[in-house]
C-alpha cells in the first residue's frame, strides 16, 4: 500500500481546508488535502444538470469582518465573485426588500471559485479518510481502501462529529475537555433540490427570493445569477424542520413537494425536465465554538477548522482555517518536529 508523505495534512477541501492550506504554503510549509468529494469545495459547490448548473449548497456570502472583507475585494478584484444583492424578494413581485447585508456570489458558481483557490495546493480529491493516530513524529491517517498519509501535524476540517469519528477509529484519545468542546458541536440538516426548466421563470431580479418562514425558504434562478447561462435551472433549499421531516422520504415525494412550492414561479407553458435531490446531513452548526480554531491539549500538533469555529457560514470558515493556519505556525511542537 502506498504512503505519501507531507509536513501538513489537511482533511477537507471545503474553505476552511483550502484557506488553511493557502496560508500555510504561503509560509513555506508542504501542505497536502484531502477530500472525500470528486472535487474540491465541501458545502460550496456547484452541480452539473444538463447543460446548465446550479450552486446547490452555499448561495452567496457575506463579509461582516475587515479582514474577510479584503478578501472578498480580493475576489472581486479578480473576477472571482460580484456583488449580487443587498436583500431578497419578499416573493410579491413589487421589488426588493433591503435589509442592509451585501451578499456576494461566486462568478460561474461556487466551484469555480474554490477550485481556483485550490489551483496551486497539492490536493487528492476520491479520498476518504477512515482513520487518524498517532504515530512517534505526527499523524498517519488510512485511507478507504489502505492508502496511507503521513505528516508531523494534522488539521482536520470536517464537521466535528465526522471529525471525531477518524479520531474514535484511530484510538486518539482527547482530554475530557476538548472531548467536551468538540462534543457539543451539531448540525442541522438541509434538502436542496436542483431542477432543470424546460421555458422561463418569473423569479424576480436578482434570481433569488427568500421567504424566510416557509419550510422552503430559498428559491434560486442560477441563470439570472450567471451559473447556468445555456439553461434554466432553479435551486431550492429547505429549512431544517423539513428536512428532518422528510430526510428519510422517498426522493420522489421530496420532489413532488419541492415542485409545488416552484410552481408558482413557472412562466406560462414551462415544465421542470430533470431534477436532483441533495441530502445535507451537516449543513449548519447550531452550536459553535467560541474560538476560531481548537488545538487539541496533549497530542501531537492537531487542529480543528471550519464553520463550526465562531463561525458564521463562508466567512466563518475562511477565518477559521486562516486561525488554524496561524496557530500551527507558532505550535512549539510542530516548529520541533519540522528541524
Ligand atoms: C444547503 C446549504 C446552503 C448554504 N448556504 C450558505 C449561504 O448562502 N451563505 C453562507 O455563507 N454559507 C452557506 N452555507 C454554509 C457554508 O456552505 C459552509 O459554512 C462552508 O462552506 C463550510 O466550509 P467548511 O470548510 O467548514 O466545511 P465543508 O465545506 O463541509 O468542508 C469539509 C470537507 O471535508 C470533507 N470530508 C469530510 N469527511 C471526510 C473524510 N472522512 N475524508 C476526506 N474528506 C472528508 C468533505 O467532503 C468536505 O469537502 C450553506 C450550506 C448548505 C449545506
Do not use: C
Not at 84 to 99: H, K, L, M, P, Q
Not at 117 to 123: E, H, S
Not at 157 to 163: D, H, N
Amino acid at each position: 500500500m502506498s504512503t505519501r508523505k507531507s509536513e501538513v495534512l489537511i482533511i477537507g477541501a471545503g474553505l476552511s481546508g483550502v484557506s488553511a492550506a493557502r496560508r500555510l504554503q504561503g509560509a513555506g510549509v508542504d501542505v497536502l488535502l484531502l477530500d472525500k468529494g470528486r472535487s474540491v469545495g465541501g458545502r460550496m459547490s456547484t452541480r452539473r444538470i444538463g447543460n446548465g448548473a446550479a450552486d446547490h449548497g452555499a448561495q452567496f456570502f457575506t463579509a461582516t469582518t475587515p479582514e474577510f472583507q479584503r478578501v472578498v475585494d480580493g475576489w472581486e478584484a479578480e473576477g472571482l465573485a460580484f456583488f449580487w444583492d443587498i436583500g431578497w424578494s419578499t416573493g410579491s413581485f413589487t421589488g426588493n426588500e433591503s435589509e442592509g447585508h451585501t451578499r456576494y456570489a461566486a462568478k460561474g458558481g461556487m466551484n469555480r471559485l474554490m477550485k481556483h483557490l485550490a489551483a496551486d495546493i497539492p490536493t487528492e480529491t476520491n479520498v476518504r479518510i477512515v482513520a487518524v493516530r498517532q504515530t512517534e513524529k505526527g499523524w498517519e491517517a488510512e485511507a478507504e481502501g489502505g492508502g496511507l498519509y503521513q505528516s508531523a501535524a494534522l488539521i482536520l476540517t470536517p464537521p466535528p462529529p465526522q471529525a471525531l469519528a477518524l479520531l474514535q477509529a484511530g484510538n486518539v484519545h482527547l482530554t475530557a475537555m476538548d472531548a467536551d468542546i468538540l462534543g457539543r458541536i451539531h448540525y442541522s440538516s438541509a434538502l436542496t433540490g436542483i431542477f432543470r426548466i424546460e421555458g422561463t421563470v418569473t423569479i424576480p431580479a436578482p434570481g433569488a427570493v427568500h421567504r424566510p418562514a416557509e419550510p422552503l425558504p430559498w428559491v434560486a434562478d442560477n441563470q439570472q445569477k450567471g451559473v447556468s447561462p445555456d439553461e434554466t435551472v432553479v435551486t431550492i433549499n429547505s429549512n431544517s424542520d423539513y428536512a428532518q421531516r422528510y430526510w428519510d422520504a422517498p426522493e420522489v415525494e421530496i420532489l413532488e413537494t419541492m415542485k409545488a412550492a416552484l410552481a408558482r414561479y413557472l412562466s406560462p407553458g414551462s415544465r421542470v425536465v430533470e431534477s436532483q435531490i441533495q441530502r445535507w446531513r451537516y449543513a449548519f452548526p447550531r452550536h459553535t465554538h467560541s474560538q476560531r480554531t481548537l488545538r487539541t491539549s496533549g497530542t501531537r500538533p492537531l487542529f480543528f477548522a471550519g464553520d463550526a469555529f465562531h463561525g458564521p457560514l463562508i466567512e466563518g470558515a475562511w477565518l477559521s482555517g486562516e486561525a488554524a493556519a496561524t496557530g500551527l505556525l507558532s505550535d512549539a511542537d510542530f516548529i520541533t518536529a519540522r528541524v
